[in-house]
């Protein structure tokens, strides 16, 4: 695979990367007028709907969305990338049924989860939200797949400003309280599916519908339902364990510090969407694993830039970006943000499994994880609360990082670097951890960022030239 293949890479996630850092920076720094009117209390009611009816998502999703990709380019052919899209649209459509059904019993969810009724409305419409998203999803697997990055791009960057238009009006303006930000997401999720609806209107044929293909990705698919639930519990239980054994406001607190770990997941999202093309389309070129290794170590080294940054000064950060009520959240970004790095990795080191439609040995890493998540998570929450939480969850997906790679490397030998890899990010959230518990002078604590900087880049000595080599190209493209 020559560098220009890389580089089209390179320029897929580039469109994304921009085409969202701005407007997700944008609503980053709006944070201050959420925690003006939102209370810990208010945010961790919203949080733990929102968190508690997204189980629902990889379990009606049927693991389509993967199927979607591991089949859309089986065939090089029109005919059959209209069946991938139909067969996976019209099953959705069906799927996104249930949510509404489910939502007549929100009443009896908002008792289970707040010992109150009045939250009822709150769940029904987050139940709904789930339809809408079922519903677009196959619209924009067809986009990133057909590399209509631009389209993408520009329906996210709508749903962006929407997002934080709404927000703002819902929860300053209106002051709607935990209603907030629910009603945003839905009118957000509902603006998706009508744009595609507006932007590819042919898509959609019933009579693409294959039954007999429906059974293929089924058949592919099912094993990753169980996988997309262990995440879920990975990413998302701890929330419920803190409002159970603590309360809202916990969870609320909690909140803020998993909203940092957006910063990541921006870039993250960004490189993934446009990895999934990318990584199949080249699975059998000639020099794809040494292309897979650079996009690891490029994309690894990016985010623990920003790890280091954002962990090392993290008590500052919070005490500018939101009120004294969620001051303890800087304690939490270490193992939120080093957790969302590890997950990172886990993601791109078990490619190797769906190329070889290896699916079982994904869901036994996520349940592992998730179990360990869990068992952590009740043996250290009710003594440590949410600063425990997070770092069960760096537990948790570093171990499924791990657990990805040695299963991958068994059916698809790739050298990713893994070694170097455990011990920067061991090093480094040691470190932070260190820094976030002992009062440290100004000075020692710049010393040991730049220090820590300076260490990272020489660990990754040959992304720094990659880089140089990428501005140089730019800059011969300027001038040329």
Known sequence: MSDSKISNFIKGSAILVLANMMIKAINFFLLPLYTKYLTPTELGISD??????????????????????AFYFD???????????????????????????????????????????????????????????LWYTPYALHARMENRMLLFAAVNVSASLLMIASNIVFVSVMQLGAFALILSSALVQLFQLLAYLVFLPKLFKYKEYDKALLHRMLKYSIPLIPTAIAAWFLNLSDRYFLLHYFSAAEV????????????LSVLSNAVFTAYTTFAFDKKD???????YKRVLSFYYMILMIICII????????????????????????????????????????GYGLSFTKRT??????????????????????PSF?????????????????????????KFYPCDYGIVKLIISNVGVIGLVSFMNHYEMGLGLRVLLTVATLALMSIFYRDVIKDIFVIFRRIKRKIRG
């Open 48 to 69: 733990s709907i929102t968190n508690v009816t997204a189980i629902l998502m990889p379990i009606l999703m049927l693991g389509l969305d993967s199927a979607f990709s």
């Open 75 to 133: 065939e090089r052919t029109e005919e059959h990338k209209s069946k991938v899209f139909n067969t996976s649209l019209i099953t959705l459509i069906v799927a996104g049924i249930t949510p509404f059904i489910i939502a007549i019993f929100s009443k009896d969810i908002s008792l289970w989860l707040f010992n109150t009724e009045k939250h009822q409305i709150l769940v029904a419409v987050s139940l709904i939200t789930i339809s809408f998203n």
């Open 252 to 263: 609320g607190i909690y909140g803020i510090g998993a909203r940092f770990s957006s910063l």
């Open 285 to 291: 070129d000639e020099d794809a694993k040494y292309q």
């Open 310 to 349: 954002v962990t090392m000064w993290g008590k500052e950060i919070i005490e500018l970006m939101s009120n004294s009520a969620y001051g303890a959240a800087y304690l939490l970004l270490p193992g939120l943000l080093f957790g969302q790095v590890m997950y990172g990795v886990s993601v791109i080191v």
């Open 360 to 381: 079982n040995y994904i869901l036994a890493a996520n349940v592992i994880g998730a179990l360990l998540n869990i068992v952590l998570n009740i043996l250290l929450i």
């Open 385 to 409: 609360g949410p600063e425990a939480a997070a770092y069960t969850t760096y537990i948790g997906y570093f171990v499924m990082a791990i657990l990805l790679y040695v299963f991958g490397q």
